[in-house]
């Protein structure tokens, strides 16, 4: 007769296999979770390390690149002597920039003086330097016989000159080097690519720059040693390997600089990254990787997670290679899973001994269980588990299994907030919600630490009323925390304490759960506790990380913005009225529960969007020239130009005089020559303030008024005085095509001048539609040329100030600011802020610039941005060009631009209907302005 299987070993196997199949998924997911957690961080961490390495690589360089600017401004200097005067400058900037290894001038002759301050012991030696010197200079001069004399001179700290020695073999020739010939062929800075000096054996680069004069090369050696040690405590792990590289794969810096420096006789250079000895980071470089996430690789049987960062360091190419050991990464993930699979193991046993005691008193009821045992086990969560059994040992194990699958609901529940929930406070009452249930304690609280305060803040609280909203916290005492936060509460012994740290060990805050009365702390609760707050904790740095770079966005956001209305003051606080009437009609218009925009809602997600967008929808502006933004009068330039006008008739005022006396001298009548005298004056008189009025602009110019200033021009006066002397070389060569006129020149009393117009050359904007270089679908007339100073041209100007070549720079700053904008990383939430921020001057009938966008092509979002541009602008008080629009005349311009369809129709509906326009007065008007608008009649207009 064959053997059946005992009852109490299938229930007891079929519990086991079946928690075991459960725990391990649950705790394989745990695992993989917080595994991608853990990468995704290290993603994050390797480009804050770039942008590390980059601001600390600019903050060696742009000191040295405006030392030498300066510099490119002395006088020239024909020999050594003169020379020589400029050493305490030169010195100076070795002072002030430690990473500058030397400073030198090279010129077409073939001269050469180089100033080295001499800080190793070993250079000393090396150069034979007397006792106290300082600073060494390094001549070569060329004698009019084409003799070449080397020398050597020695200072002190004060520039006392201690020794000079005479070097017939010194003849280094500048002319010949890189930096020389690149710095001599354009006007801006080089820099070479990094190497080795030489004569110190520092890592770095040559910085070069032509003077302004062009008769010298003015050069400096930036070292860039101290990015080897920064870079080794930037390292994630610690057998992080992390180099930078150029774009030959030589090694431009490495925690250990023994490695990068190869020496091959005489010879120094950089070691190719290959030969660097790090077979990781030279898989790196041969494969890298694509895009910001971490990519596995291999090397010698050990896995690697690799990451490259492009830096860009005034045009060089180099890159940020990191290499982190798996095993270091995820030492914390493979814990936790260690840790859960043991609990999983002690929990199947505590259940196999349970099975094996009550096995045979277990019927019916017992195989209900199993039935509901495995739906839990093929992730039905939400299946209710437990049966009514008259058994004791069956109910409690009932009841057991029953929380046991609530415990897993919860920590699903724990596990989906972790990874869900990017709001920090929600993340927090969600997950602490979760642990209070799964460890079934009467409430519980979260602490987060306010380093600047030195206090502990409440950030979420579960079942509890009575927490203080804030703690002091001792610094230095994390050890004691617990205790003292348990003493601060009054908790006693009733409870459980545990410290939130993040991954470098820093205090995050503190955990507090509240036991049920008589209710003790176990270690394998503790240990649960602590365990589970470890991921709560990466949560929570995580979060406070992507809080933190959100609020810097915000406040770079807010500083271009603050930076562009304080370029002008009458332009200050565009950019900030903005936004605000902006957002208030949008929330308007989210908020319609009838009309056209019932249907109209808003993620919190599009909402942040559009706040970007409002911020930066003029960021172009710091592109437009201030003094067209400004411009007041017709012939404002850089100045107002009616002063050389009134000049002109000053000059033909004195002519009348001097041509009346001449009159008197020759012994005409006196009485004639007096009337005609005075009509010529009052002609001038009368003209000119005809000149100047017209030069200050207004609503409309007539035909007629034109027409008379150019009878007025054609007036004529002698020029004395040679008009080519004292002129920039631009403008010089804009006159070098034209004719020279003999003196005393006659000149038109006002012109249109050839050398007014200035054209576009290399700068010519990409805005026509069949330009090449037009990606962004700009669609707008560019004008003859860049600009045009022609006073009759200016003069004509029939509404307000500005010239059409003006009026193309001015609108040119939407151009602008969709070409940065496109030009920058946003994240997905964020693509659609270059279109709200740039498409806010396109109309309704595709009339717009800078693209002719229609009502089809306009979102919500866009066309709140053009009302609130377009009502900003009419109320403005800051212009200097007109005077500000009181309410009511702001309404009727906008109520004809509805019924010309150049804005959205409805939403100026909204916008007037629902008061947005009155409540922005109230805050940003002068109270002259306030005036009584009939809304009803406005309504009827479109």
Known sequence: MKRGISLQLVVALAIVLGMLLLGSVLAWQGYRGLRQTLVTAAGDGAQQVGKTIEERARRLVEPAQSSIRLLAFNPPASDLQQRL????????TLNANRMLSAAYLGYPSGDFMLVRRLRDPQLLERFAAPAGTVFLVQSVSHGADGSILGEWRFYDRALNLLATLL????????????????????????????????????????????????????????????????????RITPGTEIAVVDGQGSVVAYPELERVIVRDGRAVRL??????????????????????????????????????????????????????????????????????????????????????????RIGRPLRQLADQVRGVAGFDFARQVGVVSRVSEVEELSQ?????????????????????????????????????TAAEVSAGAVYLLDDDH?????????????????????????????????????????????????????????????????????????????????????????????????????????????????????????????????????????????????????????????????????CGKVTSPEYVVDKATK?????????????????????????????????????????????????????????????????????????????????????????????????????????????????????DRPEHRVPWGSRKPPVAADDPRNIWGFDMRLPAYASDGGELHNLSIRRGTLTDEERFKINEHIVQTIIMLSSLPFPRQLRRVPSIAGNHHEKMDGSGYPRRLGEEALSIPERVMAIADIFEALTAADRPYKAPKTLSESVKIMAFMARDRHIDGELLRLFLSSGVYRHYAERFLRPEQIDEVDVAYWLGQF
Request: glycine fraction near 8%; aromatic fraction near 6%; hydrophobic fraction near 45%.
């Open 635 to 751: 012939l404002e330039t850089l100045y107002n130009r009616i002063h050389e006008v009134r000049m002109r008739f000053e000059v033909l005022g004195r002519d009348a005089q001097i041509a009346y006396w001449q009159g008197v001298a020759g012994g005409a009548d006196q009485a004639a020559l007096q009337t005609t005298l005075q009509r010529c004056q009052a002609q001038l008189q009368a003209d000119f303030a005809f000149v100047a009025n017209a030069n200050i602009g207004g609503e409309f110019m007539e035909q007629a008024d034109i027409e008379r200033l150019q009878q007025i021009g054609q007036r004529c006066w002698l020029r004395h005085f040679d008009d080519r002397l004292g002129l920039s070389r631009d403008e010089q060569a804009r006159l070098a095509e034209l004719a020279v006129m003999p003196l005393p020149a006659t000149e038109q009393l006002l012109a």
């Open 85 to 92: 005067q400029r050493l305490p400058q030169m010195v100076e």
């Open 167 to 234: 070097k017939p073999d010194y003849r280094y020739d500048p002319r010949a080097r890189p930096w020389f010939s690149q710095a001599n062929a354009q006007p801006g800075t080089v820099l070479t690519r990094p190497y080795v000096f030489f004569t110190t054996g520092e890592i770095g680069l040559t910085m070069a720059q032509r003077s302004v004069d062009g008769a010298s090369v003015i050069g400096m050696d930036v070292s860039v040693n101290d990015l080897a040690s920064e870079s080794r405590d930037l």
């Open 271 to 360: 070691a190719n990254i290959s030969a660097l000895g790090i077979p990781s980071l030279a898989q790196l470089y041969a494969n890298p990787p694509q895009g910001s996430r971490p990519r596995p690789f291999e090397v010698n049987g050990q896995h690697w997670y690799g990451m490259r960062v492009p830096l860009n360091l005034a045009g060089q190419d180099l890159q940020v290679l990191i290499a982190v050991p798996a095993h270091e990464l995820l030492a914390e993930a493979r814990k936790v899973l260690l840790d859960q699979l043991l609990w999983i193991a002690a929990l199947i046993a505590v259940l196999l001994m349970l099975g094996g005691l009550l096995g045979q």
């Open 454 to 618: 030195a206090q502990l803040r409440l950030a979420a609280a579960c079942h509890g009323d009575g927490y203080p909203s804030e703690l002091a916290v001792c610094q230095g005492a994390q050890h004691d925390l617990p205790e003292l936060v348990r003493e601060a509460l009054g908790l006693q012994g009733r409870s459980l304490a545990v410290v939130l740290n993040d991954r470098d060990q820093a205090l995050l805050g503190i955990l507090i759960l509240q036991l049920e009365n008589g209710a003790a702390v176990g270690e394998p609760f503790r240990r649960f506790v602590e365990e589970l707050s470890g991921a709560a904790a990466v949560a929570i740095e995580t979060r406070q990380l992507a809080e933190a770079q959100q609020r810097l966005l915000d406040a770079l956001i807010k500083l271009l913005a603050d930076a562009i209305d304080a370029k002008s003051p009458y332009t200050g606080g565009h950019c900030e009225r903005v936004p605000q009437l902006a957002q208030m009609l949008l929330d308007q218009a989210v908020q319609a529960d009838r009309g056209p925009y019932a249907g109209f809602a808003m993620t919190e997600a599009e909402r942040y969007e559009f706040h970007v967008a409002a911020w930066l929808h003029d």
């Open 400 to 436: 057991a299994l029953g929380r046991m699958s609530a415990t897993i609901g919860s920590f699903q529940a724990i596990t989906l907030t972790l990874s869900r929930e990017s709001h920090l406070e929600r993340m927090l009452d969600g997950v602490l919600g979760h642990l209070v």
